[in-house]
């Protein structure tokens, strides 16, 4: 709830990286043509939901929710199917979620919330996970080509994830047609996969088209990528001895028993899985590769958690049959660790709980957050529709607030990085601007930019400014 968020980077840093472009888009901004967004175009996706219920940080967060929902019952589904010992599917799938979701905003110091990889970067790769098992478990036609629009569709929802996925899912088909030797087949994988993604990157474009008036540039959305990847920016190094050995580690015995299982050419629906979880989680951990930092790595490893649990799994019924010692071992040592993670899950549910609380409490309160104030105070200065520079840590919510999409085609304040961003923003509030609201983080900048804009009001607490042409 807005009463919920504070000037804390969580907020700062992760609720407006991801929250700005959804505003814009709901106000009439194009993205890739209006501005650029890090994370995708997942606001056109989303945009038709929020002009039939309004938009609201309350019911983006609902929508959010939603969608992780989706992505955890999804992953819940599959673990629940394919994994006989549902003791053991049940204790993996607590351990996944604790680890990979709750870690971080729970025992992390200080607790990160991450919204740019929840539910963003996470959905379709769940979905996938479970719509995979699915395809092979009753090779559906229409499920098929149902899979290669969703992951075309994922593409463009955020790339990062979606490049993955659908690479994955397109080297899934080829590894089931090499048992085979049906190069013919292959051959025709790719080309479905290439003339679908077309197709749905054409539908989208046109459709944007129709809806603003104006072609989006469809490779201006990797800009971000050029940034980050070819040029380093923001990126860390990996250190040599780290977790992330064991991670690479899981998803290579992965693909081995998928490797072996094709050369035996004895490929069954769980040896397609090894390698089909094996090649996304490898996909997947490019993302902490690039920034590797832990809260990067936790997102990421949730591939792994699975195909330990299915190795566990077939591990129980070899000790039932053989009773190897050296199976016993392996399978203690496994389920000892499992176990371990759930009493950890059990242990900080409290800690859980007075999250959810802190959260809701403002909803039943009513108690008004400085944060709350501030839109308010931006409500009252402002007339909705009018040309106004919000400039905040916390744009997107201040955007709303004032029902004022941006004047200047820049990114959200989160995802300023090129000099030509301020460039553009600096020669706005030189030549063109009437009124500016902004905070105390970017009142500076605009007094260095501008002798012709003055304060015209300050809040209470001043650390929130209007500017205006006097």
Not at 423 to 451: E, G, Q, T, W
């Amino acid at each position: 709830d807005l009463n919920t968020i504070t000037d804390s980077p969580i907020y700062t840093y992760s609720y407006n990286a991801v929250f700005h472009a959804v505003v814009q888009v709901f106000l009439g901004k194009e993205l890739l043509v209006d501005f650029n967004h890090q994370y995708g175009l997942y606001p056109h996706f989303i945009e038709p939901i929020f002009s039939v219920t309004g938009l609201s940080v309350l019911k983006f967060s609902i929508l959010m929710a939603l969608l992780m929902g989706v992505s955890l019952a999804s992953l819940y589904c599959f673990m629940k199917s394919v994994i006989q010992q549902r003791i053991i599917a049940s204790l993996s799938f607590i351990s996944l979620i604790y680890y990979c979701y709750f870690f971080g905003r729970i025992d992390f110091n200080p607790a990160e919330y991450y919204y740019q990889y929840h539910p963003i970067r996470f959905l379709f790769p769940c979905l996938a996970i479970f719509l995979t098992y699915r395809y092979l478990s009753a090779t559906n036609r229409r499920l098929y080509y149902l899979s290669f629009v969703l992951y075309s569709i994922a593409l463009l929802w955020n790339f990062d994830s979606g490049f993955v996925v659908f690479f994955s899912w397109l080297l899934l088909l080829l590894y089931t047609e090499c048992s085979k030797f049906c190069f013919r087949n292959m051959i025709r994988h790719i080309f479905l996969s290439g003339i679908i993604a077309i197709s749905v990157v054409a539908v989208f474009a046109i459709c944007l088209r129709i809806r603003y008036g104006q072609f989006p540039d469809i490779f201006a959305a990797l800009d971000y990528q050029k940034l980050f990847y070819m040029y380093g920016y923001y990126m860390l190094p990996m250190p040599p001895w780290h977790p992330w050995i064991i991670l690479l580690g899981i998803y290579a015995s992965g693909l081995l028993y998928g490797i072996i299982r094709l050369l035996e050419n004895n490929i069954s629906i769980k040896s397609s899985m090894f390698f089909f979880l094996s090649v996304l989680g490898v996909g997947l951990f490019s993302y902490y590769q690039g920034r590797s930092h832990d809260l990067c790595l936790l997102p990421v490893g949730y591939p792994a958690f699975i195909i330990v649990a299915l190795f566990t799994d077939m591990l129980v019924k070899k000790v039932n049959i053989f009773n190897f010692i050296g199976d016993k071992i392996n399978l203690t040592l496994i389920l000892f660790l499992i176990i371990y993670i759930s009493l950890s899950f059990v242990y900080n549910v409290p800690g859980i709980i007075s999250t959810i609380s802190m959260r809701l409490k403002p909803l039943f309160t009513l108690q008004q957050s400085d944060v709350a104030r501030n839109a308010d105070f931006v409500k009252q200065h402002t007339t909705p529709g009018e040309e106004v520079l919000i400039l905040t840590q916390l744009s997107g919510v201040y955007s709303l607030a004032a029902q004022a999409a941006y004047p200047i085609n820049v990114p959200g304040t989160t995802e300023l990085a090129l000099k030509s961003d301020y460039l553009i923003i600096s020669d706005y509030l030189d030549k063109r601007a009437h009124k500016v609201v902004v905070d105390s983080y970017y009142a500076p900048f605009v007094i260095k930019s501008s002798k012709r804009l003055k304060i015209s009001a300050v809040n209470a607490q001043n650390t929130m400014f209007v500017f205006e042409k006097q």
